[in-house]
């Protein structure tokens, strides 16, 4: 919702701000003035990758502080090359903090309509489970077994394949194959 509404407001404040930035910048240091000039490409740099202008302007001002904290009073050889790198590495940390809280994969609780007490819901969420079942008692025990330690009890690869004497390709191999049978068996929806 911010990012819908950030968009509304349009380019206009966010180049003041920008522009205010840079005459600031410009009074601090050579590098944070080069920083302060070259902003604009690096703010749509981080708008294509995050696709919310918050987050770019949020990862812009963290290229800013991580700039000044550099306290370089030189000016930059390859500035254009350097913002970048600072770029790409806010995105990498940004990238593996949202892996770290599975940001990609959570739903907020009101987006997802919860079965409650609607007795459709409940019938569809009765019958999902009961072909889930089904096709988990379809497979074979050992493929069964493996994939119940990997998603249930939530063991690693390379721990279950030291239970069962496997290799670790084989248990990606058994886990894939469940997978795919379970989502067949559910079918598309």
Known sequence: MLCRLAMVTGRA???????????????????????????????????????????ADDLLQESFARVAGAGSAAPLRNPGGYFTRIAQNLLR???????????????????????????????????????????????SPATREIFMAHRIDGLTYAEIAGRTGLTVKQVEKAIARAMLHIDRALGPD
């Open 93 to 139: 940390d940004r990238a593996k903090r949202a892996a770290r809280r599975a940001e990609d994969v959570h739903v907020p609780f009101d987006a997802e309509m919860v079965a409650g007490t609607d007795p459709i819901r409940m019938l569809e969420a009765r019958d999902m489970l009961d072909r889930i079942e089904l096709a988990m008692l379809e497979l």
């Open 13 to 55: 404040a966010r180049s003041e701000g920008v522009a205010q930035t840079a005459d600031a910048a410009a009074e601090q240091g050579s590098a944070v003035a080069q920083l302060a000039a070259d902003a604009p490409r690096l703010w749509r740099l981080f708008r294509r990758r995050t696709r919310c202008p918050e987050a």
